[in-house]
Nanobody, 126 residues
């Protein structure tokens, strides 16, 4: 069983920063990519960022406008999401996901991912 556990969420004022972490545990598995998605109340889950586990290439939703940075620590089986210049509209539950195979449908597509974490709440106050 593979588990993805997110942490680092919380309440922050607009303009502030947070760093989310996602640790993978359980049986050893070869992942091709990991990603971050978010879901705000009443909205669909949307893609935030992804990183290829094989070559480290990163991918971002255009709407992040360079404010977010995804990174990884392969030795620790952990992926991070550094979020700067946070806005109230960034308020959402943030989910970590892992893809076992190359995301041929695209890094931003939900069905590309096989495992999901339980989510961590990020709230940005104005």
């Amino acid at each position: 069983q593979v588990q993805l556990v997110e942490s680092g969420g919380g309440l922050v004022q607009a303009g502030g920063s947070l760093r989310l972490s996602c640790a993978a545990s359980g049986r050893t598995f070869r992942r091709n990519a990991m990603g971050w998605f978010r879901q705000a109340p009443g909205k669909e889950r949307e893609f935030v960022a992804a990183i290829s586990w094989t070559d480290g290439n990163t991918y971002y939703a255009d709407s992040m406008n360079g404010r977010f940075t995804i990174s990884r620590d392969s030795a620790q089986n952990t992926v991070f999401l550094q979020m700067n210049s946070l806005k109230p509209e960034d308020t959402a539950v943030y989910y970590c996901a892992a893809a076992l195979r190359y995301p041929s449908a695209g890094y931003s597509v939900h069905r590309s991912y096989d495992y999901w974490g339980q989510g961590t709440q990020v709230t940005v106050s104005s």
